[in-house]
């Protein structure tokens, strides 16, 4: 998958990386492995393969921190999360409800997409779970770029 589509990374993935940048600093690996209930061994796998794809920095002993590139797609990943979630929530599902579901779709979701709803939407500023920011620099070209000669 081509990373400006959003579709670049499965579910799990989408989740780590969210996970990393909501923790805003280098997380331990076994921080990752106890918040999603997950064997050491897989998130060490996952890691690997988020460091070879550009999305993270591995400093082994220290943990993990979002690269440059990473910071860029994980602000986008949130974006899509609170932007779906509103929509739900504006459809009556609680903001709980919304939450999960979106959770179980989102990363099917492609940018262009997100971009659309967010434009019909009046680019909101506050979703059911957070700020939504609208900065273009997501997803820019020399980003896009950096990450499709790494993969």
Do not use: W
Not at 20 to 45: C, L, M, Q, W
Not at 73 to 90: G, N, P, Q, T, W
Not at 94 to 114: G, N, Y
Request: aromatic residues 6%.
């Amino acid at each position: 998958m081509e990373p400006e589509s959003g579709l670049a990374l499965s579910p799990r993935k989408v989740e780590y990386l969210k996970y990393i940048f909501g923790r805003g600093n280098t997380v331990r690996t076994s921080e990752i492995a106890a918040a999603f209930a997950v064997d050491p061994s897989t998130i060490t796998k996952t890691i690997t393969e988020l460091t070879v794809a550009g999305y993270i920095t591995h400093v082994p002993y220290r943990g993990v921190c979002l690269s440059d590139a990473g910071k860029h797609h994980a602000e986008f990943l949130v974006k899509r999360h609170r932007i779906l979630s509103l929509i739900l929530v504006r459809y009556g599902l609680s903001h709980e409800q919304a939450c999960r579901e979106v959770t179980r779709f989102e990363s099917l979701v492609t940018k262009d997409a997100i971009d659309t709803l967010c434009r019909a939407m009046g680019h909101p500023s506050q979703g059911i779970c957070g700020e939504i920011t609208h900065t273009d620099g997501c997803m820019t070209d020399s980003i896009l770029k950096n990450l499709a000669e790494s993969g």
